[in-house]
């Protein structure tokens, strides 16, 4: 059994900045791809960031030069700096990790999901 465990969310103001924070914890043998998506209220879900077990890394346009995702894999953990956030940003945020398990068996997992509100 795998779990993943956000934080880090909260409000904050326009302009502001928050870092969320993804451990996974359980019978992990190896992580791959681990990742952030979103959810807005009446909107799909839509990925935001992602990042690959060697530290490759892929942005949604809109988050593009404001926010970096970056892992520590002795940790299994996962993170996303969110800077200059926007009204537009607020959504639950989800994390997400493509996980082979200690019997080797692969299987993708999410998290809880965190909120982040942007207002003033």
């Known amino acids: 059994q795998v779990q993943l465990v956000e934080s880090g969310g909260g409000l904050v103001q326009p302009g502001g900045s928050l870092r969320l924070a993804c451990a996974a914890s359980?019978?992990?043998?190896?992580?791959?791809?681990m990742g952030w998506y979103r959810q807005a209220p009446g909107k799909q879900r839509e990925s935001v960031a992602g990042?690959?077990?060697?530290?490759?890394?892929n942005y949604a346009e809109s988050v593009k030069g404001r926010f970096t995702i970056s892992r520590d894999n002795a940790k299994n953990t996962v993170f996303l700096q969110m800077n200059s956030l926007k009204p537009e940003d607020t959504a639950v945020y989800y994390c997400?990790?493509?996980?082979?398990?200690?019997?080797?068996?692969?299987?993708?997992?999410w998290g809880q999901g965190t909120q982040v509100t942007v207002s003033s």
């Open positions: 997400n990790a493509d996980v082979f398990d200690s019997r080797l068996e692969y299987a993708e997992y």
């Open positions: 359980g019978s992990i043998f190896k992580i791959n791809d």
């Open positions: 990042i690959t077990s060697g530290g490759g890394t």
